[in-house]
């Protein structure tokens, strides 16, 4: 079945030091979402990509939408404390939604 | 005050029992979505809904069923079919397009403990 993961699936980092989560789906998706969920919260959505090999910027934060459209990053600049919580990329194939597995992050002051 | 509202935050529930989750949206929004989160796993569709009185299966929607009645309301039953309710349930809303996905709101889920 479809399956949409993300690697790596948890990452400590050191306040100040980058970080970068890869998304991998089974099947080509018509656009790719990046939600960020903190410890006990819910999922907050932060961007869209639509086109193929798209890339846009938030601040630190930088998306790219692969080629393929099967396959996405999310790299965070010189991170900070606020950065920490899960970031999840999800998207649709066909009629259904899918998310990633999530990447936990970590950051230590 | 804008938002997506569920209730209650932690459900307790014997085993056999069935059980809604309520979920209301005052956005304005024609789609809603229902998903479960099991520790340390992404979120998975168990339906949604893209206008009222129509609803799609997602991936998982074995031993759980909905109904949309009114634009604001979604409410998820968990059946006594449901092989291992246990689980954080997260109800979302966006706008909707026919073929097209959009950014979705996210109420702040119930924790539900079926023993």
């Known amino acids: 079945g479809q399956q949409v993961m993300q690697i790596p699936q948890y990452q400590h980092v050191q306040e100040g030091e980058d970080f970068t989560t890869y998304c991998n789906s089974s099947?080509?998706?018509?656009?790719i979402q990046w939600y960020k969920q903190r410890p006990g919260g819910h999922p907050v959505f932060l961007i869209q990509?639509?086109?193929?090999?798209e890339v846009k910027k938030q601040k630190r934060l930088t998306f790219q939408f692969g080629e393929a459209k099967k396959n996405s990053s999310l790299h965070i600049t010189a991170t900070q404390t606020t950065d920490v919580g899960t970031y999840f990329c999800a998207g649709p194939t066909g009629n259904q939604f899918y998310f990633g597995t999530g990447t936990s992050l970590t950051v230590i002051p | 005050d804008g938002g997506i509202t569920q209730s209650p935050k932690y459900l307790f529930r014997k085993e056999g029992q069935n059980v809604t989750l309520s979920c209301e949206q005052n956005?304005?929004?024609?789609?809603m979505y229902w998903y479960r989160q099991d520790p340390g796993q992404g979120l998975r569709l168990i339906y949604y809904s893209q206008i009222v009185n129509d609803f799609q299966k997602g991936d998982i929607a074995e031993g759980y069923s909905v109904s949309r009645e009114k634009k604001e309301s979604f409410p998820l039953t968990v059946t006594s079919a449901q092989k291992n309710p246990t689980a954080f349930y997260l109800c979302?809303?966006?706008?909707?397009?026919?073929?097209?996905?959009?950014?979705?709101?996210f109420g702040p889920g119930t924790r539900l403990t079926v023993t």
């Open positions: 099947t080509t998706l018509s656009n």
């Open positions: 979302a809303s966006s706008i909707a397009s026919s073929g097209r996905w959009y950014e979705q709101y």
């Open positions: 956005l304005n929004h024609d789609a």
């Open positions: 990509l639509v086109k193929s090999g």
